[in-house]
């Protein structure tokens, strides 16, 4: 990309206030806290895979970073550095101009610094790299689960799935349902005050980024402990339970994906700590069943009777 310097000190330069040297070096220097470990986690998004080529560009500049803060959000981490990995089909500056100011808003609305990356030509795919801090030995990790815990959402999910089935035209939602469904889907809003403040409560955690099913069952295994979830407690929006009759909504709640919202466990005795979080952060925060022993996970209706979750695995949960 002839330019490519030109557009890293344009778009990609900003001033840092975590690092000792950001961008424009071979590599950055940074010095970790003393007394934390340093969390470390990636999350690439490739256009018509995780987005779709033509969304807006300063939303996706905003999902880039929110989708790695969320990671670090799940271990309990506070969010500090990250670095930008570009390949892109073509110097599109307006486009560039966009992501890179999506990009920036929210790194600057976490105190995170973009700190290096790498940019080449090539199919439209984003990389971030995040790294955070989080006290040595009280990250909140999947393997913490124990029997008697409560399981416990952060918002309510299913509705980033639900507008990618209206715009896959699987399902039809009115236009005004649409876009709150959409702001889900494009705009994740990643929980990192409620991972702080959930070390040292919270036993086990993930964040829901492939479905609840899915994520809840990589903690069972993790913790090697069985789960109850209450299908009727689980947090939805006004939107998807009108629509919860039906087979794509219910799909779009248990195994849709691209949530961002915690899900962790909490020794039940923890119960009012955690309702009194929810207050402080103004975030819903719903008890969703319980952790016991054994193996696997049963979802139970209202009635406590076991529904189906299929066959083939929480993985192709609804994939036919
Ligand atoms: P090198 O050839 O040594 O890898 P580059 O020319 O790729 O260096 O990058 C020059 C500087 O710009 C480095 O500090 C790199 O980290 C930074 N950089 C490159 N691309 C990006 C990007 N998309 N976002 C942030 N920093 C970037
Ligand atoms: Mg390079």
Redesign the pocket.
Known sequence: MAS??D??RR???HPCRNAVL???????LVRPTPGMELAVSSDMLVAGTHFFPDDDPRKLGGKALAVNLSDMAAMGATPRWA????ALPEADEGWLQEFSAGFFDAARKYSVD??????TRGPLTLCVQIMGEVTAGMALRRSGARPGDEIWVSGHLGDAALALAHLQRRIELAPHDAASCLAALHSPVPRVALGEALVGLAHGMIDVSDGLLADLSHILEASRVAADVDFAALPVSAVLRAHLHGEVARTCLLAGGDDYELCFTAPSSRHEAVMALSRRLDLPLTPIGMIREGEGMRLLDAQGKEMPIGTRGFDHFGAG
Do not use: N
């Open positions: 490519e310097f557009l890293i778009f990609f330069t950001g961008v424009g070096d071979d590599a950055a670095t930008l990995a570009l973009l700190i290096g990356g790498d940019t």
